[in-house]
């Protein structure tokens, strides 16, 4: 039914029934449109009567109560729904639907919308709309030409800021609003990972470590180097200082990098030598032969009992007790016995040079010397 139609079928009504028909016609209507009430009074028969007298139009997806070629009487409210197609991007992604809800809130509680976060879920089984941010306010009316928003869900993230741990749950869309949504900034020499760019997503772990670059000068000791030089003279095993090792003084400046309250990394960046260490010079012995001295292996057997005694037969044993060797020679009875003509110490020596002093040493007093004999 148009509105010239309605309006012929009026003037055919007043005209037949006069003043008293036109009374009865005259209706006290309420026009209840996307939820804004309007006044509707004056002469109609049907509700298309009361769209047209506002001007309203309806589509196919319009919803209209009680239907538009129903009758209305005084006291009667009219309800439209306008038809709206919305579109939510939650989180990056579109779902569009049908609806007639007067504003966003009242659009998200519907069937609909609760259907795309179901089928969201079957995904993600954490993605729900309840505290997720739109991008228009929820008691914004939606306008009759449909609209689109954007909806980002809660997420669960970790977030560790200069070591501190924390989970918590946000609906930042990108790590910079994150930051932001928490009051932290970034400083020059801070570390950030991910960057500020990305996308928050779900059970996403975000670490802001908090790092300080500065430079210290201090004057400190340099200890001062060894320097080793051969001398044949020398028993191997047997050193001595020719020249005193003396330290030196520099000022070093320090590049100090300090994470999260601990110091990282500390680099030399300057130094000025104040005064020069001074090399300290070590003369090692190499000599190793008896330089012609005789062997004597006399009572060979006897001594090997004694070193089984004496050291479980180990030649070489050197326990720090100040007996050396396999038959345990003290450092004077070793030097008295003439055993540098083969080693400054016995576990220096051969077997064969040991027996060779111990022979020497029995020739004066026997095997008194050792307990073991």
Known sequence: MNKA???????????????????????DVQLSVDGQVLEADGFALTVADVLAAKGITLTASDEVSP?????????????????????????GTPRSFLTHAATLDEALATDAVTSQATQLAATSPRVSLLGARTSIPLDATLPRSGATVDVVTPKHVELVVGGHSTDLVTTAATVAGLLNEQDLTVGPSDRLDPLTTTAVTDDQKITLDRVVVSKKTRTETVPFE????????????????????????????????????KVSKKVVVAQTVITKATDQVL??????????????????????????CESGGNWHINTGNGYYGGLQFNMAAWNSNGGRDFAARAD??????????ANRYYA?????PWTCA
């Open 67 to 91: 239907s538009v070629d129903a009758a209305v009487a005084s006291g009667q409210t009219v309800t439209v729904r306008y038809g709206k197609q919305l579109t939510l991007n939650v989180d």
């Open 5 to 27: 139609i309605t309006a012929t079928a009026l003037s055919a009504a007043l005209l037949a029934g006069g003043v008293s028909t036109a009374a009865s016609l005259y209706k």
């Open 283 to 308: 003369e090692v012995g190499t000599k190793t032969s008896a330089n012609g001295v005789g062997i004597n292996l006399a009572r060979a057997a006897m001594w090997d009992r004694i070193a089984r």
């Open 348 to 357: 220096l020596a051969s077997r064969a040079q040991q027996i060779t002093v």
């Open 226 to 261: 060894v320097v080793s030089k051969n001398n044949a003279s020398l028993w191997k095993g047997e050193s001595r200082i020719t020249t005193a090792g003396k330290d030196g003084k520099a000022r070093r400046t320090y590049e100090i990098t300090v994470v999260n309250g």
């Open 364 to 368: 004066k007093a026997g095997t008194s």
